[in-house]
């Protein structure tokens, strides 16, 4: 059986933005964080800070950078790959931080792409290239040009990652949903709580109230201001999607990180988060969407999550329709386990009738599109 | 003679002077070498050039060519100096290769379903690709720069030329641009040294003026200094310690803290000191040389008399 994983990172330290030390240092002065970043820059530096912070959040940002300062986009393949039987294949999901509000990106994304392009060359069959949108960066129109681009050059889906700072049913979306559903093209959206998020010293207008190309009978949304962080979970919300998926009801669709709500997390959030994940299953369980999926990439170290998806499992076999594999490779570094204890354990503890239903069947579908046959 | 403590005076500071330039020297080079200041300063100059955050990077790029990174000093430590050649063709084959990426498709077999990247119509020829890839940027400065070479070339070897001159000519430049700040750096690696030796060139000056002994002994062995060595380059930071070693063996110099407590007024003599240093040992050398001969000239009736 060949191993889909369907939620991986490759991207490098150099396709950040210069501010990225801003997350949860936002309070220090620019001079410190200057001082900072320059002493995590160095990789013996970071290691020793990985081995004596015990905070998460702070961890988590160091075996990020770490992998990061590292490595090339190739380098961080090559090594993911290791820990995989061979003939498996990784979708790669690249992000645009233009937007998070942390200054200029050290690299244009155009860049990061150029780079996957290459890694693709390399592993032509064993890469699968998501591409990034944020609507922010141009119209309906042009976005849904900038898409097909990559999509008619081997991109295999499109990733969104809507906490960076817009709402699935932002207008400037709806074409791209448009040309998904003709295709059949992919996308993974990052819904869960925590992670990263818009870093601008304010939050716009346009979040609070933002616009949807299809709202809902009567709707009209209004938030109130909050914390960066905590505001940013209202991106993630599954019944941010219904205004599309209404539209849409043949998109393919996959909320990734399906159950890292059901975690218990370290900072207070908006929402409870077992209302964000019911809210995803029955979204998946629901049959006017046939083409829903969630992957279980960062949430399959938790053993109480292994445990809680075979009880749902059992007391819904449509689910195990709808789930895919995925590690969420290299982010998982925090919690200190390698990549083949995650998906070994995963593998041990799901059993392997599923496991080859998550990794193998149902990716299979999912991938499969105008553009690409998964096989 | 009733120059001769004047001139004895000024010997023995700037053979001083000199000593200190070249322990400062030698920690700025140290300090430059450590931390590969070079490499860093002529990656920023690219970067300056051909980091366009309208289109690409192109400074990673270009020091991921194999003719670039072969250079790293243990695959780590960026490249203090690139030879021209070196630059321009990593120049117009990153170019070339930006172009072949931009026209990368990955086709799936529809039987076997085999992905297999292809190039599509891409121009044949290095130089022709390069105007592909220059002609496909966003307007900008770099974009200019590029195009300009190409006004002026008609082939690949041309166009290799073109941007080997204006490497040249921008390395040249950066030179002046690295002189400048290595003076401002070598002026703080001085004031730092002034305070730890406590070297305060105005009282050190009193006290050589006004010990005959010191005077002498000090003078003397600039002129040997001076006389023995006609350039520096036979002369680094180790023996310049060594002189300093011998010196305090035979006579105790002022400098240091045990001989010169804290006074105020030393905060304006370690700036002048700094700066004095930071004008390098070279200028005190030469200025050395002269003023000995000037001793030997005013002396040299005296002994005719004698």
């Known amino acids: 059986m060949r191993i889909y994983n369907c939620h991986t990172h490759i991207f490098t330290l150099e396709d950040t933005p210069e501010g990225f030390l801003k997350y949860g240092l936002g309070f220090l002065p620019d001079w410190v964080l200057e001082l900072l970043k320059r002493l995590v820059l160095k990789k013996w530096m970071a290691r020793l800070a990985l081995k004596l912070l015990r905070k998460p959040y702070a961890v988590k940002g160091l075996s990020f950078h770490l992998v990061g300062l590292l490595s090339t986009s190739s380098q961080v393949f090559r090594n993911l790959q290791k820990f995989y039987p061979p003939g498996s294949r990784f979708v790669v999901l690249p992000l645009n931080f233009a937007h998070v509000g942390l200054g200029d990106l050290k690299v244009p994304y155009a860049q990061q792409l150029d780079e996957l392009i290459q890694v693709k060359r390399s592993f032509p069959n064993d890469c699968l290239l998501f591409v990034h949108i944020d609507p922010r960066e141009d119209t309906n129109e042009n976005n849904r040009k900038f898409i097909e681009k990559y999509l008619e050059r081997g991109f295999s889906g499109i990733k969104m990652y809507t906490p960076l700072g817009y709402y699935p049913f932002d207008p400037r979306l709806e074409e791209v949903y448009r040309l998904a559903e003709e295709k059949a093209v992919p996308i993974v959206s990052h819904c869960s709580q925590g992670g990263i998020f818009y870093a601008g010293k304010e939050l716009p207008k346009s979040f609070l109230r933002p616009q949807s190309f299809n709202p809902q009978a009567g709707g009209k949304y209004e938030f109130e201001a909050a914390k960066n962080e905590v505001f940013c979970d209202h991106f993630v919300h599954p019944e941010r999607y219904i205004d599309v998926l209404e539209k849409f009801p043949k998109l393919k669709l996959c909320f990734a990180h399906f159950g890292w709500d059901t975690i218990e997390h370290r900072r207070k959030r908006i929402y409870h988060r077992k209302e964000l994940y019911e809210g995803v299953k029955k979204l998946l369980l629901d049959e006017r969407y046939p083409n829903l999926y969630a992957d279980i990439s960062y949430s399959l170290f938790d053993k109480k999550f292994s445990k809680q998806l075979k009880a749902d499992f059992e007391a819904n076999p449509a689910l195990q329709d709808k789930v895919v594999f995925g590690t969420d490779y290299f982010m998982t570094l925090q919690e200190k386990l390698t990549e083949s204890q995650l998906y070994e354990g995963f593998r041990a503890d799901v059993g392997e009738a599923i496991f080859t239903k998550l990794a193998y069947e149902n990716p299979k579908r999912f991938l499969t599109s105008a553009y690409y046959r998964a096989s | ?253 002022p400098i240091g803290w045990d001989t010169q407590p804290f006074q105020w007024r030393n905060i304006f003599g370690w700036i002048l000191s700094a700066v004095l240093i930071s004008f390098g040992a070279p200028f005190w050398f030469d200025l050395l040389g002269k003023i000995v001969n000037v001793r030997k000239i005013s002396s040299a009736p005296s002994n005719s008399k004698a």
Do not use: C
């Not at chain 2, 931009?102 to 799936?108: D, L, M, T, V, W």
């Not at chain 2, 600039?222 to 305090?248: C, G, H, P, T, Y």
């Open chain 2, 1 to 253: 003679m009733i120059l001769s403590p004047y001139i004895d005076t000024a010997i023995s500071v700037l053979f001083i002077l000199v000593l200190m330039s070249l322990v400062a020297s030698f920690l700025n080079e140290t300090w430059v070498d450590r931390f590969n200041y070079r490499g860093r300063f002529l990656r920023r100059m690219l970067d300056d050039i051909f980091s366009d955050p309208i289109n690409r990077d192109f400074t990673s790029l270009l020091y991921r060519h194999p003719l670039i990174s072969a250079l790293y000093e243990r695959g780590k430590k960026l490249p203090v100096y690139i030879p021209t050649h070196y630059f321009s063709r990593a120049l117009v084959e990153t170019m070339a290769d930006y172009a072949d990426n931009q026209k990368i498709a990955f086709e799936q077999n529809p039987e076997t379903l085999e992905v297999t990247p292809v190039i599509q119509d891409t121009p044949e020829g290095l130089f022709e690709k390069y105007r592909e890839a220059v002609q496909g940027l966003k307007h900008s400065p770099l974009k200019v720069l590029l195009h300009s070479f190409l006004m002026n070339s008609k082939n690949k070897s041309e166009l290799l030329k073109e941007s080997e001159n204006w490497f040249e000519s921008y390395m040249t430049q950066g030179s002046y641009w690295y002189k400048a700040k290595m003076q401002t750096r070598l002026f703080i690696v001085s004031f730092f040294l002034v305070i730890f030796t406590q070297f305060d060139i105005i009282i050190t000056t009193q006290q050589i003026f006004n010990n005959d002994i010191l005077r002498e002994k000090i003078s003397n062995a600039a002129v040997l200094f001076s006389q023995e060595n006609k350039s520096l380059s036979s002369v680094d930071a180790q023996s310049a310690k060594e002189i300093i070693e011998a010196l305090n063996q035979d006579i105790k110099l």
